[in-house]
């Protein structure tokens, strides 16, 4: 397409007016005040939709699935498997045993490090974890190299917020086993350049692990094209509930792998005599009962991000953070932190003489709501020099008038702790 054409070409438009009305809770006040919220990289809001939902599932069809004969395990069992088919097309996975359900995208990584890691890892093996990794990807392996003698080797980030990709291509060796990054810095809200990482990874013979728990929710996922061989996200985060997530990882991995957790569903036959042997995947990896009604209602919020459109919502998000970043920018002694040229709805910023934790408490007297503190990315905000920032973070339902309150709250606050 010529640059033109691409300029030309209208943006996917969103209905926010239709959009907010899906979402109960932003009927709500705070303080006598209308709710802003604005701390979706931390946890997003459930449409009706997704929370009906429940009433439904335990209304109608309540039942532990995949083991029972009877009409509501059956129907309990269908919609969970469905949901599995709907994260393969979500993701563009080949298939959909490469979907493992999990409580988030914590217990994903955990479960690589654990089943992947430990099968496969030994003193002296490397692994490369970015610094603006969210601590779920770093201390995992860190216990890793407690306990195996693993090495890992951090992938430096300039002043921008991004990463460093020749200094990345020189931290390979022929040790280099697994690369750990996430797809967008919850921190910051850098992009980053998964796909070209993913090829560098491969070239050098080692795999890639992506932590998408903050793109899944801003942009298609396609883990074919990235060559992603895990990617995880959390339902939490995609307008779903608390309680479930995915991991993603390729057949031929999952299958090579050793269970994590054991117990109930991941058997083919247990017993005392002979070896227990273990179900197939992705079930090998689902050791008890699962999160059944939360996995069903992620689904629904998959169902609802593709009704109404993740370019769309993406290029809104886009909107309200340059909006955002154009009004924060205006106050005296401001600092936004992560200025990448590609970033998805994260402002983050720390302001000279008002800290971040005061400033959260009393913007939250003006009824918006907004995250302060490390953002479990502590390392990242060492480099920068703070042990705390600001975060406004955007989703679907915000609008340029709220971002409006935002800044203006933001002057009376800052001038009333200066
Ligand atoms: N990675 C990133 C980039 C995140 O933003 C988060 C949540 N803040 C996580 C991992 C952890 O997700 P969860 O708490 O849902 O397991």
Redesign the pocket.
Known sequence: MTELATRTMPLPSLDVAAVRADFPILTRQVHGRPLVYLDN??TSQTPRQVIEVFADYYGRYNANIHRGLHTLADEATAAFEETREHVRRFLNAAESREIVFTR????AINLVANAWGRANLVAGDEVLVSRME?H??IVPWQLLARELGVVIKVIPVDDRGVLDLAAYGELFTDRTRLVAV?H???AFGTINPVREMAAMAHDAGAMILV?G??AAPHQAIDVRAIDADFYAF?A??VYGPTGA?VLYGKASLFEAMPPWQGGGEMIETVSFEEPTTFAGIPHKFEAGTPAIAEVIALGEALAWVERTGIEAIGAWEGRLLAHATAGVSRIDGLRILGTAPDKAGVLSFVVDGAHAQDIGLLIDQLGVAIRTGHH?AQPLLAQFGVDATCRASFAAYNTLEEVDILVDGLHRVIGMLR
């Open positions: 990289a931390a988030g995208t914590t217990e969210h779920s990807n996430n967008v810095s919850n932590d728990a903050q959390s939490h985060k997530g479990c």
